[in-house]
């Protein structure tokens, strides 16, 4: 009697060549969160971008305080001085109407003295305003005169005629008024307001806004011979 030979066991995990497995379907790519990737290049780009325009911001600036420094020490530019020069009122009514009301009519003849005290720059000038006012602000009439340019070491004297006709006021205004320009004793102020530049051969800088206050003193003052001294307030600060 023959004797059997034992069936051999398969380990595990044996696959069987001669059998074909198939593969299961690739799987989608798993997308990663925001925070694994890099980080983009583009912060680094503004960051370098601001710092070039600080630093173009500041050698300008500096650039500018030296030119200014320099033609400061070169031509020592000085402001303009101006004085009022006359101030006469030819024509001065108060009347009382028959209706309450009080009217105002008056005319004023004003010179005002401006000197350019510089000795290499001329001074230009815009369109240039005054005003003349009296007593509690009360508006005496304006006029506005053309842009013009005052070459070195020179004096003009502008001449203004301002009028105001059947203005309205109270009646404690108008009796001041009538008794203040009878005394003679009535406060008069000018205010002269342009923008100024200064030019040399070729060249000319841009103009800042000026305002001039001159006077604050009576008629009889005035009709004395005073020629005050307009204060000057350069960029109207």
């Known amino acids: 009697m023959s004797e059997t030979t034992p069936v051999l066991q398969r380990p595990p995990g044996y696959k069987d060549p001669d059998i074909t497995v198939q593969r299961p379907p690739p799987g989608k790519p798993v997308a990663l969160p925001p925070s694994f990737y890099p980080p983009r290049r583009r912060k680094s780009c503004c960051r370098t971008c601001c710092c070039f325009l600080c630093l173009f911001i500041i050698m300008a600036t500096l650039l500018c305080f030296a030119a200014g420094g320099f033609f400061y020490v070169w031509f020592e530019p000085r402001v303009p001085v ?3 020069k006359s101030l006469k009122i030819p024509q001065f009514n108060v009347t009382a109407n028959a209706d309450g009301t009080t009217m105002l009519n008056a005319q004023t003849l004003i010179g005002v003295e401006v000197k350019n005290l510089n000795s290499e720059l001329r001074v230009i000038y815009d369109r240039t305003n005054v005003h003349i006012n009296s007593q509690d602000g009360l508006d005496l009439g304006s006029e506005s005169l053309p842009g013009f340019t005052q ?14 006709k059947n203005a309205l006021v109270d009646d404690d205004m108008g009796k001041r008024l009538k008794e203040g320009f009878k005394s003679k004793s009535l406060p008069v102020s000018v205010v002269v307001q342009t923008a100024v530049g200064v030019g040399g051969k070729g060249w000319n800088t841009w103009t800042v806004g000026v305002d001039a206050k001159c006077g604050d003193l009576t008629l009889k003052q005035l009709e004395g011979g005073a020629m005050p001294k307009c204060r000057i307030r350069v960029f109207k600060w």
């Open 151 to 164: 070459e070195k070491k020179n004096v003009t004297v502008l001449k203004i005629a301002t009028q105001v």
């Open 82 to 84: 101006l004085h009022l």
